[in-house]
């Protein structure tokens, strides 16, 4: 273990160093023990306070799993089925016609494949968006739906594209079902049982704990403090729960072992893949999933918010998990992850990326401005070579993949890209997830 330690000291430290990452914090669980927890660099520059496994860190959206268990307990007690319609739930929800909002089920929400779009509520509810009206409760959520200009992602079951709204209308399924706030029941059914006594939804510099980082955030090149935490009612079953290195190393314990209140084979159908994102990759509930992650079946999920970089990382076969938690938005988490995975695991070395040759035909079929409410993504070439930029950035890179596939890298962050590979000019494109339609 030795050996290994330096060995992840020195990665993690180079890849914090070249990304210019204030603090992060590590833990490797195996067979329900935690083998390994580190903290590195600082949870706050001002005050140079180090980072430990048990400083407070966001999580993103890994909290979409935690309330993927809560959907699961509450099955398990007979409350719903998995592939209850979410309408029988909250009646309230109602897509513009003709959008068959009736097919949409449970299931459909937790697996981003419930067809509804990238919509502007988490900017709305954290004010980072100006509205026309509130965006602070669930019934805020469903008005908007009613109305919404938005182009659905799909029919429902279709397509994966990822929602962070699908999982706060199930915060409010959660709620309904059971009578208690989504906090509240975090903390009694999730949290509680689970020892993970410093996660919380609530801002955590209002618990009187210390060790709680401070936020950053990329500016110039360099961190920024940014304040204060992130909280939005709405928002915060899709990703606002906070966590440590070590309370986070019990939780994928758990996953790779019994869940609190979820029957062994309901908690195989937490992780059970329903539908594809692209030829490699696939999302059960509340879990991404590889079936070859380096030779073996994964589970993972990164998440990002201000001053909140997560990567959690499931190896069923080795019953093996690994979390990296940083204090920077859009840092580095996933590649410390898999470097914390490599060297304390053993894991093979990353495979090369796949080459493709692009078909005839191909770059022209897909060139084109595809959008979503939020950003814009425009594809296209220069000397016959496949260029791309999102929001106005131009991609580092841009290669193509596979059929209808092209991976894109803008800093240290790659980028899925999906296109149907039916013949004709591609309709839609979806990008890290999400599905844009096509302008022109």
């Not at 307990?73 to 109602?94: F, K, Y």
């Not at 706030?181 to 704990?209: C, E, I, N």
């Not at 606002?240 to 758990?254: G, N």
Request: charged content about 20%; aromatic content about 8%.
């Amino acid at each position: 273990m030795t050996d290994s330690r330096q060995a992840v000291d020195d990665r993690v430290e180079t890849i914090m160093t070249g990304e210019a990452v204030p603090g992060a914090a590590v833990a490797v669980v195996v067979d329900g023990e935690t083998i390994f927890a580190r903290g590195y660099g600082l949870a706050d520059l001002a005050e140079e306070r180090p980072v430990t496994p048990d400083t407070v860190f966001g999580i993103g959206s890994l909290g979409k799993s935690f309330t993927a268990v809560a959907i699961a307990q509450l099955v398990a007690e007979g409350r719903l089925a998995l592939d209850t319609p979410a309408i029988e739930l909250l009646p309230e929800l109602r897509l513009p016609e003709p959008f068959p909002t009736s097919e949409v089920t449970v299931d459909h929400l937790l697996s981003h494949a419930s067809g509804l779009p990238v919509l502007p509520a988490l900017e709305m509810s954290l004010g980072w968006l100006e509205s026309d009206g509130p965006m602070e409760t669930a019934s805020d959520l469903l008005r908007y739906l009613t109305t919404m200009s938005e182009k659905p992602a799909g029919l429902p079951g279709e397509r994966f594209s990822y929602s962070n709204d699908a999982f706060s209308l199930l915060g409010e399924i959660i709620e309904r079902l059971s009578g208690e706030a989504y906090a509240d029941y975090m903390d009694a059914h999730v949290f509680g049982p689970l020892g993970m006594t410093r996660s919380t939804m609530a801002d955590p510099t209002s618990k009187g704990w210390d060790d709680v980082t401070s936020l950053y955030d990329y500016e110039d090149g360099a961190p920024a403090f940014r304040a204060p935490w992130p909280q939005s009612a709405v928002i915060a079953p899709a990703g606002l729960h906070r966590s440590t290195a070590h309370d986070m190393a019990r939780y994928l314990a758990a996953h790779l072992r019994t869940l609190p209140g979820v029957p062994e084979a309901l908690h195989q159908e937490l992780h059970r893949t329903r539908v594809s994102r692209d030829s490699e990759s696939g999302y059960s509930l509340g879990w991404g999933t590889m079936e070859n992650f380096r030779g073996e079946r994964a589970l993972m999920h990164s998440g990002g918010i201000t001053g909140v970089s997560a990567h959690a990382l499931l190896l069923p076969g080795r019953k093996a998990g690994v979390i990296a938690l940083l204090n920077v938005s859009g840092g580095p988490s996933r590649e410390i992850a898999e470097a914390v995975a490599t060297e304390i695991l053993g894991l093979p070395a990353a495979p090369d990326p796949a080459t493709y040759t692009l078909p005839e035909g191909e770059l022209e079929r897909v060139s084109g401005t595809y959008c979503t409410c939020r950003d814009t993504a425009v594809f296209g070439s220069e000397d016959g070579k496949p260029t791309m930029s999102l929001s106005g950035q131009p991609a580092t890179s841009f290669v193509p993949s596979g059929p209808g596939e092209f991976r894109a890298t803008f800093g240290h962050r790659s980028v899925p890209i999906v296109f149907p590979t039916e013949g004709g000019p591609a309709e839609l494109a979806t990008i890290g997830g999400r599905v844009y339609w096509r302008e022109n």
